[in-house]
């Protein structure tokens, strides 16, 4: 019997991980759910996996379901604050983490889940895009297992050599080749970009996420945090990342070997894929994932990014070379952006312009503990909002 942690049980991720949970009720024990402040959903998850612990971040949420879970009987205790996020990360009978907590806000209870040497599935990529070498480090020291829940980093990970050990040197992979949908605006003009709204964003083709992640698909950004994650994940250089447009999202991502040899992992564009996945690894367990129809599929497409309508993506590129606190800002300065646009105070474009804005003003420095990530993320969280003003529609 495995015990899981669920952080962010009540998303897109959260709910899909329910969903093979509850698949395998003689295989996974929830232990703890976690949430910002979703009551309802939280309640309802509760009466359903009678954890010993549900975390809301909101102290009045928390107030609310605690009433609502005695009154129905349960014995889940309710906890809230950034601190039982941690505590329940890294409780002694929890064997599991599943981060997925959206944004910067993901960090703490995962680096908890690192620090106590929990098997992570690792959902939250502004983890490591916000403080990559503190986490790895925290995850090495410890013996951590850690498995990429991320689609295109799940499949690299079933594509790289059996064992790879972290170091592409000698072990006879060349390239990674990180796939992208091209998102909602593919096939959109830079005339039309300017006027697309929140809404059209969030309306990927291909998959059902949170609305964060969905702004960053449109503008590319997904794919440039998760080169930046691909790259602590795999210890890959910016270069040896090469990102492919595959429309269909079919191909989840490939592994390119120094004989020619190029190693993909193909399936239905469902989450619950590489959830099970990390559940169950090394084994294999049923997702609910309908087989791939090859047939219906019948064709697969392949094109370059257009780094013109997609300056995030280069955006990224650039804060990985920079290294440093770079990502660091960068990530910050995309949810300040971010927010603001799904708030209808600046355009879709000018995501862009206010991140690029704020990795012109920041110095970069080097980062030798959290303490510098930190105080990098909050010091781009203030320069990003001066910028959104600049920016405002
Ligand atoms: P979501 O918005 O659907 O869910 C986010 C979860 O985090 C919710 O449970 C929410 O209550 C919780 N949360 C939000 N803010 C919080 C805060 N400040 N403190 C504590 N909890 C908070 O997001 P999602 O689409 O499930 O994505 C979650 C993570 O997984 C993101 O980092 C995303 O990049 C990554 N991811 C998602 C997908 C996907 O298909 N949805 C794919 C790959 C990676
Ligand atoms: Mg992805």
Redesign the pocket.
Known sequence: MQSLTIL???????TSTLDVVARHSDRYRVVAL?????VDLLYRQCIRFSPSYAVL?DDEAALQLRDMLNEAGSKTQVLCGVDA?ETVSSLPEVDTVMA????A??LRPTLAAAKSGKKILL????TLVLAGNVFMDAVRKSGSALLP???EHNAIFQALPHGYSGDMTGSGVSRILLTASGGPFRMTSLDDLQRVTPDEACAHPN?T?????SVDSASMMNKGLEVIEAHWLFNVDAGDIQVVVHPQSVIHSLVEYIDGSVIAQLGNPD?RTPIAYGLAYPERIDSGVASLDLFKIARLDFAEPDFDRFPCLMLAYEALRAAGTAPAALNAANEVAVAAFLNHEISFLSIARVIESVLGLMAVHDVAGLEDVLEADSEARSVATQQVKRFRL
């Open positions: 962010g049980s009540t998303g897109s991720i959260g976690t949430a910002n402040k979703q971040l996020l997925a907590i959206v944004g806000a993901g959902a939250n990529k502004e829940i991320d689609s998959w996420m949170g609305r964060k992640i989450m």
